[in-house]
Structure formats: structure tokens, C-alpha cells
């Protein structure tokens, strides 16, 4: 179902190398980061972060929370996401000692343990298992719910699209790529207020074959 859109989305943007991060540690961080606010507040954040060389989770278990309430102010909601860093960062060094222990291991188990931290929503947590812990996890976001409505004319649920895309997609490369271009997409194009005008799907998008 969605090879096809893949390989359009493709043709276009190519491959993003999505996420934007350097480590595995900065990845997380941005995943709580980036809720509510923009990657750019969030890109402050953690150049500041990286400054003080507190961009590690075993860092955030050392620093206390008035320190990175003033670190992470940019990224908004200050006060709450830095009680959710903390106790995430504490919650995985305590059970795995790293993220690298995280890596391959029972799926669901580590699934279901993300799922039950602090501030963790379901795409916060598909984040998470498919950029920082590379498992084959698809991120449903606002962006890919838009923009698969509108391009299929139907509403999807989260659970139809992880499963046609993980379904799909075999490799954790794709899977991220797919998620990159949505977002890119969703900046560039298919905004709140499309512009099928310019967009380069709209002979095959069915909202935009009608404007
Ligand atoms: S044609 Fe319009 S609705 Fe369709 S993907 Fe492009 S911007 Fe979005």
C-alpha cells in the first residue's frame, strides 16, 4: 500500500538520513524535547546542553533539575520536560545501564517499558524504539495522520498504519526515511493549509487532484 508513495516521496526528497542527531543519547532527549514546540527551540536546547557537555542520559542523572530547567528553557515547557528527562534518563540507566544494553533485545518487553516512563505517549515511544534503539517501529504522527487522509481520502488508524508500514517496509532504514519525508513533506507542501498548487504529489493525491 505504501511502496508506491515511498518510492514518489522518494523520487523527491531522497534519502533524509533522518533523525537529526548525532548519538543515541541526544536522540532521546530530542524525542521528549520536541513535544509541543519546534525542532528549531529544540536544537537550542540541546546545542546548550552539548556546550555543557550534559547530553548524555547518564549526565541528566547527575544534573539537577534547576540546571536543566535553564538548559532546556527554549524547547518550552520547561518544567515538565525536564522532570520527564530526568526520570527517563534514571529509569534506563537503572534497568539497562546504557541504550546500547537496549538494542536487540525482547521487542515488546522494551516496547512496553519505554511506553510506561514518564511523559512517554505512543509517538514519543515509536521514536524512540526506531531512531535511538533501531527496532522496527514506524512513528505515526500529526503530520503522517494529515497527510494520509488526505492523500487516501480515509482516516487510518495509528494501529492500520504501523502495521501496513512495518509490514511494508523491511528494515529500519525505510522506516525511518518514510517517517523523514512525511515530515518534510508536511513542512514544505502539505501544511495545515496545503499547497497542492506546487506539491509534487497532486496527479496522485486525491485531495489534490481535486483543487
Ligand atoms: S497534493 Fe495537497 S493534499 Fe496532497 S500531499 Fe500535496 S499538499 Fe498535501
Same mark, same amino acid.
Given at each position: 500500500?505504501?511502496?508506491?508513495?515511498?518510492?514518489?516521496?522518494?523520487?523527491?526528497?531522497?534519502?533524509?538520513?533522518?533523525?537529526?542527531?548525532?548519538?543515541?543519547?541526544?536522540?532521546?532527549?530530542?524525542?521528549?524535547?520536541?513535544?509541543?514546540?519546534?525542532?528549531?527551540?529544540?536544537?537550542?536546547?540541546?546545542?546548550?546542553?552539548?556546550?555543557?557537555?550534559?547530553?548524555?542520559?547518564?549526565?541528566?542523572?547527575?544534573?539537577?533539575?534547576?540546571?536543566?530547567?535553564?538548559?532546556?528553557?527554549?524547547?518550552?515547557?520547561?518544567?515538565?520536560k525536564s522532570r520527564y528527562l530526568s526520570a527517563v534518563a534514571r529509569a534506563i540507566i537503572e534497568k539497562y545501564g546504557s541504550?546500547?544494553?537496549?538494542?536487540?533485545?525482547?521487542h515488546e518487553e522494551v516496547a512496553s517499558f519505554i511506553s510506561g516512563l514518564p511523559g512517554v505517549g505512543n509517538e514519543t515511544?515509536?521514536?524512540?524504539? +526506531?531512531?535511538?534503539?533501531?527496532?522496527?517501529?514506524?512513528? @505515526?504522527?500529526?503530520?503522517? !495522520?494529515?497527510?494520509?487522509?488526505?492523500? =487516501? *481520502?480515509?482516516?487510518?488508524?495509528?494501529?492500520?498504519?504501523?502495521?501496513?508500514a512495518e509490514e511494508e517496509f523491511h528494515g529500519i532504514d525505510e522506516l525511518k526515511n518514510f517517517h523523514g519525508m512525511i515530515?518534510? +513533506?508536511?513542512?514544505?507542501?502539505?501544511?495545515?493549509?496545503? @499547497?497542492?498548487?506546487?506539491? !509534487?504529489?497532486?496527479?496522485?493525491?486525491? =485531495? *489534490?487532484?481535486?483543487?
Amino acid at each position: 500500500m505504501f511502496r508506491n508513495l515511498y518510492n514518489l516521496l522518494y523520487a523527491y526528497y531522497g534519502n533524509l538520513k533522518w533523525w537529526p542527531s548525532e548519538t543515541d543519547d541526544e536522540t532521546v532527549i530530542g524525542c521528549i524535547l520536541t513535544q509541543n514546540t519546534s525542532w528549531k527551540n529544540v536544537e537550542k536546547a540541546i546545542e546548550k546542553m552539548k556546550s555543557e557537555h550534559i547530553d548524555t542520559l547518564i549526565e541528566i542523572t547527575r544534573t539537577d533539575n534547576e540546571k536543566l530547567k535553564d538548559l532546556i528553557r527554549s524547547s518550552g515547557f520547561y518544567n515538565q520536560k525536564s522532570r520527564y528527562l530526568s526520570a527517563v534518563a534514571r529509569a534506563i540507566i537503572e534497568k539497562y545501564g546504557s541504550l546500547e544494553n537496549m538494542k536487540n533485545q525482547n521487542h515488546e518487553e522494551v516496547a512496553s517499558f519505554i511506553s510506561g516512563l514518564p511523559g512517554v505517549g505512543n509517538e514519543t515511544m515509536e521514536s524512540i524504539m +526506531l531512531y535511538a534503539l533501531d527496532y522496527p517501529v514506524f512513528v @505515526v504522527d500529526a503530520y503522517t !495522520f494529515r497527510f494520509l487522509k488526505r492523500y =487516501y *481520502g480515509k482516516d487510518f488508524s495509528r494501529k492500520e498504519i504501523r502495521a501496513h508500514a512495518e509490514e511494508e517496509f523491511h528494515g529500519i532504514d525505510e522506516l525511518k526515511n518514510f517517517h523523514g519525508m512525511i515530515i518534510n +513533506l508536511g513542512k514544505d507542501f502539505c501544511k495545515k493549509t496545503p @499547497v497542492c498548487k506546487s506539491c !509534487f504529489l497532486k496527479s496522485n493525491c486525491l =485531495y *489534490g487532484k481535486n483543487q
